[in-house]
Each structure stands twice: as C-alpha cells, then as structure tokens.
C-alpha cells in the first residue's frame, strides 16, 4: 500500500483530489472511453469534493466522460430527505459539476426488490468496464462503505443492517434521535471495491486513528473490514496526522520518508485545458 | 414519441453565479426554469436524469421574487380611476412601465369614485397573466367609497356612500360585478360592516381596513370577521393612543384569530411615513410589513409640472406637490426605491426587505404557493438585483422582459 500522510485535514483533502484529477486527466476520457470512479459520502470527503469541483470551475477538469458508483445509500429514506446519499452527493458534488445524469449511479434504498436493485448495480459496473478508481472512507469501527464488523471480506452489493456503533455515529445528522436514523442500507461489498483497479481510502481526524491502526498495522480481519486491501495491488491511504496516532512510530517514519516519491503522483498536477 | 408531453420537453434553463432568496435567506445557489416554473434540478438529475439546455450567468447579483404591488392609483399620466373608454390602454402602459421598478403583479386601485365608474371601469380591468406585455394584474384593489367622511384624506367627499341599509346588497349595487375585485378598503366603524366583511371574504376578496376612525375595539372585530389588511398603516386613521392604540394597535394585538397574521400596508418613500415611525411598525410586527407604493399618476413623469386631470401637479425628485404649494398629493416613488429606502431606514436584513415587497403581499392574498417566493413550482417571475438592489432585469414566467441598459463606452 501507499501511505500518504499530510500534516491536516485541508491538506489531505486536497492532495487526494489532486490525485483523482490526475487519475482521470491522465486517462484522457473520451466518448468511447468513460473514466469509472466510485465514490464516498460522510464528512471525510467533503473538503476532497470542494477541492474537485474548484478544478472543475477552473475548466481544469470535466466530469463529462466519467461514470461514478456511490458506495452505498440508506433503505428506507425518501431520496429527497436531507440525509439520504442522493441528497449528499447531489448538493456536495452533481450539482456543481458537468456529470450526465445518466452516469451518476447510486443505489436506489426504495427499490421494490432490494436484492435486484444490488445485483443490478454490480451488473452495471460490469457493464461500465469495472471500476478505475474506488474512493472510499473508514468508519469509526473499521467499516468500508456499509460493510459492517462480521461482513464477509469477499461479499457483493447486498442489504445489510446497521450496527450500534453506525447508527450513533448516524444521530448526528437525524437531531441525535437514534428513532430516526435508519438501521438498514444498501451497499457495495468488500469484495465489489476489492475489484477496482485502484483504491484510494481517506482518513482524517484521531477519532479514525484506532481503526486505521486495525486496518493496516494488524491482520486481516473481518471485523476490521479495511483490513482486506492489505492484499490489493493498489491501494493509497490518504491521511492527516490525526488519523496516525494510533500508528507505530515506526511506521509514520517511514511513510513520511516516502512523501517524496508520493508527491510526484500530484505535481505536475495535469489539466484538461492543456490539450495534450 | 411527439406529443403529449409538452411541459417534460420544455427547455429547461439554468441560472448561475447567483444568489437565490430562498426561505428567508439569501442562497448561493443556481435558480432553474422550466415551462414558467422554478424547477427542483435534483429530481430533474435523479429522475429525468436530465441537464439544463441553457445556461445564464447572472455576474453574481441577487434574484429575489418578483415584487407585488397592492396598491396603485396609476402612473405615467395614466389614472386608474378616469372612466375612459379604454381603461385598459392605461392599465397596459403602467404594467409595462413597472416592469422596470421590478414588479411582476400588481392591483390596479380605484380611488371613492361614483357607481357610474365602476360600472364602467371595472369590466375594463380582467385579471390578467404578466409576460413580455407588463406586469400581471392580479386583481383591482377598491380603495372607498365606503369609508369615514373625516379621514377620507383626498378622496371626493361627495361619492363617499354607507352600506346601512341593504349592507352586502349596497357593495354589489356600488360596484357592480365583484369578478375582477381583490382587495376592498372600507371602514369597520360603518354600521354593517361585518357583514359586509363576511360576505367578501366568502367571495374571496380581501377585506382591508383604512380611511377610517375605528378604535381598536371595532378594528379587532372586524379582524375576527375576517379582515386581513389595514391600508397604508398611519395614515388616513387614528394615530396612535397610549390608551386606544386604534388600527395601528392591530400590529399587536392579542385578540386576533389564532394563527392569523394581521398583514399592513406602508408607504416607504421616506416622505409620507417618518423612518421612526416605519422602524417602531416593523420592529413591532416584521412578518405582516407589506411595501406598496400607492403611487398616483405622477409616478415616472420626471421632474418639471404636469398636468393631471383637472390638477396641476408639481414633481422633484420623489415629492410631488400641487403646483405652487408645498401639499403633498401622493407618492411617486417606484417600489424598487421603496424597498431601498426602507432597507436603509430600518437596518433590516436584504431578505426582509425583498420579502415585504414579494412573499408578503403574496401571503395577503393568498397567493404564496405560486407567486412571491422561488420555492419549487412557484410561478418563474424573478427580479435580478445588484447589491445594492437596484434592478438589473426582470423576469415573468422564465422569460426576461425587462433589463437594464448596459452603462459604459
């Protein structure tokens, strides 16, 4: 893995948009030639959104010929209700940028047949050409998108239902009445994010350190679902130092040592405006 | 394929780099139009799964609602109340003209006038959609003849008139038909009032009480009968009593229906009302503040003497006085100064002072779901404002119909 360690939470929000630009610059998307992102929700990537649409505005980067896949979306909400994904991802991100709405797919929480709805999402990623890039975050327990401590580390797009730890972390955004935070989403699978090319999983803040300590510095686990991308090919955590206290001193020296070489990955940071 | 879906194959049309007045507040967010309405470019994203076919950057300014005035006797030479053979030329001329103050609905007012012009004036005034035409007439506004003899302020003593015989069957006999009346003004103290009051109201018509010398007693049941306005709040009523605050104590009142808000009119030219008296009013009852201009024909005439009717009326600037004498006969000022100056009077918030020239006037006449905000599904009538809210250009239905010329070489 790449561990990339910024000195705080701007930072690391922008060197992972940097990152993503590049990504999709550098791939050179076209009509024939969609670039397949998938992406997060949460707190965590809201700074890494802003920093995307700033390139977007610029015209240094165009959402035209990308597809993305949202990880996940809670059952039960109506998409219009202020804390469903839909509404996350159309006031944080789609509305700012030139997305067609035709490849912006997110799981539908009201489908007639919930099971259908999943299997039909990891056919449409099929039928996109896999996922390029899979942009994920890390809950407080070690979860990657809804895949709850106990999930099975090669599972697919299914319902799953919240733990206890998830849905207190939830009650922030529903008036802290745990009556009113769902208790069952959708979501895309261990292993349904472990087929992307490329992952790339931010982590910001100390509340986060203890799972990324589980995820990277213990064994594979399944209570500690993160911990499967140890045996991905490709896989960057990009983090703040909040996020490492919980690390080996050891380890954060050494990944330090390496920004370096990181650094290359996001300078020259590409434009689509150059035209090459 | 083709047909039957008219309203989904609109354009639709996105505008940016803007700030939206939006629930009270001032949003940075993007103003969407189709087929004349405010669209919810979420559900368009998420289940048409469709992108604006036009983009308009509006260089940062405000878009606020259209403004509504409830209140105008003419403008631009033109008196709403002179039973010409073709009201409705004037009508048209002033609605055009308005455009440019930034009003999108408007009541046309008829001061106390003789049942004759009614009859005749009236029909001549149907209510009517705005567009690229003028400004949409929601309705005219009846300002007498049924109101106190001693505040009847300019209006012709000798067509004042009474409903104490026949009471409702005396208002239809005034005025002929009812159709095209939204707001009546009259006098609660006159006898039989409520159930005049009452029976408007079940029409629909807005009752509005004013030209009068009610205390608060008689105000407040002609409230509770189901009056819902108080014309230009200080003048042509009772002032103000520590010991019976008259009409202006409705602002306060605890005898109102619940959940009724009582709604007023104020003239904020900064010549008819004193700012401190316009400050203790808003301060009072900020929800209920309604901008009007009651503007007479004078409105837009420039500076210099004209003639009006049998008047000779002097203009400077924003007084207009009868020609040789300091008498003040009427406002002049557009409703875009209007809200500039009671912006600056009262040190309220720019969205109060949008929203008492839009979504109030709208609330009074029950018209808020369509007209006076920019919520989803409102009717697409906006006004682009620069910061200091002077009107850049006017939009009916999604359509521009009036802008500013471009100032510079």
């Known amino acids: 893995m790449r561990l990339v360690i910024l000195d705080n939470y701007d930072l690391a929000s922008e060197w992972a948009a940097k990152y993503i630009c590049n990504c999709i610059v550098k791939f050179k998307p076209g009509q024939d030639r969609y670039f397949s992102l998938g992406l997060p929700t949460g707190s965590t990537p809201l700074g890494c959104y802003k920093k995307l649409i700033e390139y977007h505005k610029r015209g240094d980067l165009s959402f035209k010929y990308v597809k993305t896949f949202n990880m996940d979306e809670y059952v039960g909400l109506p998409r219009n209700h202020p804390e469903s994904y839909h509404s996350y991802m159309w006031n944080n991100f789609f509305k700012h940028v030139d997305i067609d709405p035709n490849n912006a797919h997110i799981l539908d929480g009201n489908a007639e047949d919930l099971q259908a709805e999943c299997d039909a999402f990891e056919e449409k990623i099929k039928e996109a050409g896999g996922i390029d890039l899979f942009v994920g975050g890390i809950g407080p327990d070690g979860h990657i998108a809804f895949n709850e401590p106990g999930s099975s580390l090669v599972s697919r797009t299914r319902l799953k239902t919240l733990a206890m730890d998830t849905i207190l972390a939830n009650a922030k955004y529903f008036d802290g009445d745990l009556s009113k935070v769902p208790t069952m989403a959708l979501t895309v699978g261990v292993g349904t994010v472990m087929d992307a090319r490329e ?78 | 394929m083709r047909g039957g879906q008219r309203a989904a194959v609109a354009p639709v049309r996105q505008f940016t780099n803007c700030r939206i007045l939006r629930g009270g507040a001032l949003l940075r967010e993007d103003l969407w139009v189709r087929g004349g309405r405010i669209l919810d470019p979420e559900k368009l ?23 509504i005035d409830v209140q105008m006797n003419g403008g631009f030479g033109v008196d709403f109340s002179k039973a010409t053979e073709d009201v409705g030329s004037g009508v048209a001329l002033v609605a055009r003209r308005i455009l440019s103050h930034g009003v999108t609905s408007f009541c046309p007012t008829l001061v106390t006038s003789p049942p004759e012009i009614y009859h005749k004036v009236l029909p001549q005034i149907p209510v009517k959609s705005g567009g690229p035409h003028g400004a949409g007439v929601l309705g005219v506004h009846l300002e007498g003849p049924f109101i106190s003899r001693e505040k009847r302020g300019a209006h012709p003593e000798a067509y004042l008139r009474s409903f104490e015989a026949n009471a409702f069957h005396d208002v239809l006999a005034t005025y002929g038909a009812l159709d095209n009346v939204r707001i009546v003004t009259l006098a609660p103290e006159l006898h ?133 004498t300091k008498t003040l006969c009427g406002s002049i000022a557009p409703m875009d100064v209007c809200i500039r100056h009671f912006l600056q009077a009262t040190g309220c918030s720019v969205e109060s002072a949008l929203e008492a020239a839009s979504l109030h006037p709208a609330q009074l006449l029950g018209l808020e779901k369509t007209k006076g905000s920019l919520d989803f599904g409102a009717d697409a009538d906006f006004v682009v404002l620069d910061d200091t809210l002077h009107v850049q250009a006017t939009y009916i239905s999604g359509e521009l119909v009036w802008k500013a010329e471009e100032t510079g070489p």
């Not at chain 1, 300590?213 to 064994?219: Q, T």
């Not at chain 1, 679902?225 to 490709?234: D, E, G, L, M």
Request: proline share 4%; charged share 15%.
């Open chain 1, 199 to 276: 992952v790339m999983i931010l982590i910001t803040g100390a509340h986060k350190a203890f799972a990324l300590y589980k995820a990277i510095e213990e064994g594979i686990n399944h209570m500690w679902t993160v911990s499967a991308f140890q045996q991905h090919p490709r896989t960057i955590f990009v983090c703040d130092e909040d996020a490492t206290l919980e690390l080996k001193v050891k380890t954060v020296k050494y990944f330090k040592g390496l920004m370096h070489v990181n650094n290359k990955l996001v300078d020259p940071l590409y434009s689509m405006k150059e035209g090459n």
């Open chain 2, 45 to 67: 994203f998420f289940e048409e799964r469709r992108m604006a076919d036009e983009q308009r950057d509006c260089g940062g300014c405000i878009l606020a609602p259209g403004f």
């Open chain 2, 192 to 324: 039989r009032s409520h159930e005049v009051i009452q029976a408007l109201t079940a029409q629909g018509i807005c009752v509005s009480l004013g030209h009068s010398v009610a205390d608060l007693g008689a105000a407040e049941v002609a409230v509770q009968h189901g009056a819902t306005f108080i014309t230009h709040l200080f003048n042509a009523m009772l002032p103000f009593h520590h010991r019976d605050p008259g009409i202006v104590g409705l602002l306060t009142s605890d005898q109102l229906p619940p959940g009724h808000c009582i709604f007023y009119g104020m003239i904020a030219d900064g010549i008819h009302t004193n700012p401190a008296a316009l400050r203790i009013a808003h301060r009072a009852h900020p929800q209920g503040l309604v901008l009007v201009t009651d503007a007479v024909p004078a409105l837009g005439l420039g500076n210099g003497r004209h003639t009006l009717g049998q008047q000779e009326v002097e203009v400077d600037g924003l007084i207009a006085c009868i020609a040789g």
